[in-house]
T-cell receptor, first 118, second 114 residues
Framework: GAVVSQHPSRVICKSGTSVKIECRSL??????MFWYRQFPKKSLMLMAT?????????EQGVEKDKFLINHASLTLSTLTVTSAHPEDSSFYIC??????????????FGPGTRLTVL | KNEVEQSPQNLTAQEGEFITINCSYS?????LHWLQQHPGGGIVSLFM???GKKKHGRLIATINIQEKHSSLHITASHPRDSAVYIC????????????????FGKGTHLIIQP
């Protein structure tokens, strides 16, 4: 089946540092990947849509300069939280669509990355 | 008001009981997902449907497009079914640039007691 990995699974960093989270499709090519964020006891929220070879599309209220997304290949998208602050502490999840066996709207989810900013 | 509403928010049941989780949405959707999230946070996609009914093992998902409502049923529930169940839809005309991104309900925290 379609497998999506994320790295790291957990990260703790100091305030002001930048953190990069990788999302990889392991056995399929993904022209589109999505980044979601989940605060404790809250719903998942779409942050941005990442399209291979083009700029990401951000949701309202998500700072583009703070959450840098790069989708440089068909199997990898990265989310970089720049100058992280404690309020950025959250659970970040990516999902991907299989470009090769495309079932419209089907998404495969990564296991998530728990970010804690001290 | 959240565009995707789930009920109940919390549900505790005994092993073997038939479980129903409901999801309603306020605008048209192109597809609705049922997801399962375990305590570690990882998400598993259970179903994606845009009409009718789907069944996988003990899980059944139905959707009524006209009524903007979907249900997830678990038959012969088991403690390993304990998780948070989330419905999520791709909403027509949703705000922002993510036209194909999901809008999530708040989830239903299900506990099945032995």
């Amino acid at each position: 089946g379609a497998v999506v990995s994320q790295h790291p699974s957990r990260v703790i960093c100091k305030s002001g540092t930048s953190v990069k989270i990788e999302c990889r499709s392991l056995d399929f090519q993904a022209t589109t990947m999505f980044w979601y964020r989940q605060f404790p006891k809250k719903s998942l929220m779409l942050m941005a849509t990442s399209n291979e070879g083009s700029k990401a599309t951000y949701e309202q209220g998500v700072e583009k300069d703070k959450f840098l997304i790069n989708h440089a290949s068909l199997t990898l998208s990265t989310l970089t939280v720049t100058s992280a602050h404690p309020e950025d502490s959250s659970f970040y999840i990516c999902s991907a669509r299989d470009a090769g066996h495309y079932v419209y709207n089907e998404q495969f989810f990564g296991p998530g990355t728990r970010l804690t900013v001290l | 008001k959240n565009e995707v509403e789930q009920s109940p928010q919390n549900l505790t049941a005994q092993e073997g009981e038939f479980i129903t989780i409901n999801c309603s949405y306020s605008v048209g959707i192109s597809a609705l997902h049922w997801l399962q999230q375990h305590p570690g946070g990882g998400i598993v996609s259970l179903f994606m449907l845009s009409s009718g009914k789907k069944k996988h093992g003990r899980l059944i998902a139905t959707i009524n497009i006209q009524e903007k409502h979907s249900s997830l049923h678990i038959t012969a529930s088991h403690p390993r079914d304990s998780a948070v169940y989330i419905c999520a839809g791709i909403l027509w005309g949703q705000s922002g640039g993510g036209a194909d991104g999901l809008t999530f309900g708040k989830g239903t925290h299900l506990i099945i007691q032995p």
